[in-house]
């Protein structure tokens, strides 16, 4: 059975400082999925990671993925305030996909 | 404008009401997918479609029945709605299976 977990499930932070979010999955994936959820409002997808070593980075995020470890990391620099919201990692496997429980960002001012 | 809508938005009901919540997209995405998010859960797949006609089974499938008659549209449909089945629904789709899904507005659903 396919489990995905996240670390931490709910993280405050100063603005400015560094921080990354964890997601481990119990099986093989071929792409681990990134999402973000404001509160109230629907996913957006951030990144597609799809092969080990793969990096990804879009403004203060950037994402990664060890597939011989099974896990991503979400890394946040410098974090500012409009980047509070829920994380969630998502993995597919036999057309399934499974997400982790997200992990709520609140980044105080 | 490409977009997964869902409707409706909010609904109350009452246990054993059958009830139907539509979901369309317009980017002629051949993945669809239904799931529900409860606090503390995040999202479970409820049902997926690979294409017309072609429906599984996801991590919470009890209670539920979906269909795909039309490759846009993929109702999710609660024959006898119970009050655990209360939650917020995400409709999803995707060009295919492994792509990046796009996701409705959701639709928070009240079962008394």
């Known amino acids: 059975e396919l489990k995905v977990e996240q670390n931490p499930l709910f993280l405050s932070m100063q603005e400015g400082k560094n921080y990354t979010i964890y997601c481990n999955y119990s099986?093989?994936?071929?792409?681990l999925y990134w999402y973000r959820q404001d509160p109230g409002k629907s996913l957006e997808s951030l990144f597609v990671l799809l092969s080990n070593g793969a990096v990804k980075q879009e403004g203060r995020l950037m994402a990664s993925l060890d597939t011989k470890a099974r896990l991503s990391t979400l890394h946040i620099t410098a974090a500012v305030h409009d980047l509070s919201a829920t994380y969630f990692c998502?993995?597919?496997?036999?057309?399934?996909?499974?997400f982790g429980k997200g992990t709520r960002l609140h980044i105080l001012p | 404008e490409a977009q997964v809508t869902q409707n409706p938005r909010y609904l109350i009901t009452v246990t054993g009401k059958k009830l139907t919540v539509t979901c369309s997209q317009n980017m002629n995405h051949e993945y669809m997918s239904w799931y529900r998010q409860d606090p503390g859960l995040g999202l479970r797949q409820i049902y997926y479609?690979?294409?017309?006609?072609?429906?599984d089974k996801g991590d919470v499938p009890e209670g539920y029945k979906v269909s795909r008659k039309e490759k846009r549209n993929f109702p999710l449909i609660l024959e006898s709605p119970s009050p655990n089945q209360t939650s917020l629904y995400f409709c999803?789709?995707?060009?295919?299976?492994?792509?990046?899904?796009?996701f409705g507005p959701g639709t928070r659903l009240l079962v008394l």
């Open positions: 999803a789709s995707s060009l295919w299976g492994r792509e990046t899904q796009y």
């Open positions: 099986t093989t994936s071929d792409r």
């Open positions: 998502a993995v597919v496997r036999d057309d399934k996909i499974i």
């Open positions: 479609s690979m294409n017309v006609e072609v429906t």
